[in-house]
């Protein structure tokens, strides 16, 4: 079945580390895209990328880090940097293109990051 | 830069009435796509509907319906026949059409559907 996997489920990281959340997807999607969720904040972007080894800063950037090396992959990495980086993450992937209709955002299961 | 807003935390709606959550969004762009995602306590999100923006109809799935209103930049969400399962937060969403694919989200409506 086709989806978009996060992993893992739960992290924890101790102050000052860097630590890697994945994200791979099946669904041949060209744009993917991490967001921070808070109580009250809704979803905030971190990054998006729309095609390989491309990629541009949302409104949160500040303290993280991406790659895009493969069409299938999008790790997002929490910096030392990253002042207050406990919150759950869901990272999404969609079509795109002035060709594309019915488009629409598919998302992982979000990773609950807590500093300890 | 695109903004969406949607202006109620929370609310609240019976069992088998219908609620309408509200969102707007500002924009310059004329070619765009809306979406109202739904996220239950598991935290999965869930499409619930969307909408191009070049369609004049509004769209419906099932009990969810929009009213798409393009000049005044507004999207509500109304959900009839509302059913304990509904009970969720809601975010509206904006997305660009033909260009920078970035996905903007509201800060979310959590409805609390009662008994």
Sequence with gaps: DGGITQSPKYLFRKEGQNVTLSCEQNLNHDAMYWYRQDPGQGLRLIYYSQIVNDFQK???AEGYSVSREKKESFPLTVTSAQKNP???YLCASSSTGPSIMNTEAFFGQG???TVV | AQTVTQSQPEMSVQEAETVTLSCTYDTSENNY????????????MILVIRQEAYKQQNATENR?????QKAAK?????ISDSQLGDTAMYFCAFMRWGGSEKLVFGKGTKLTVNP
């Excluded at chain 2, 796509?33 to 999965?44: A, E, I």
């Design chain 1, 86 to 88: 406990t919150a759950f």
């Design chain 1, 58 to 60: 949302g409104d949160i």
């Design chain 2, 64 to 68: 969810f319906s929009v009213n798409f």
């Design chain 1, 111 to 113: 990773t609950r990051l």
């Design chain 2, 33 to 44: 796509y809306l979406f109202w995602y739904k996220q239950p306590p598991s935290r999965q």
């Design chain 2, 74 to 78: 507004s999207f509500s969400l109304k």
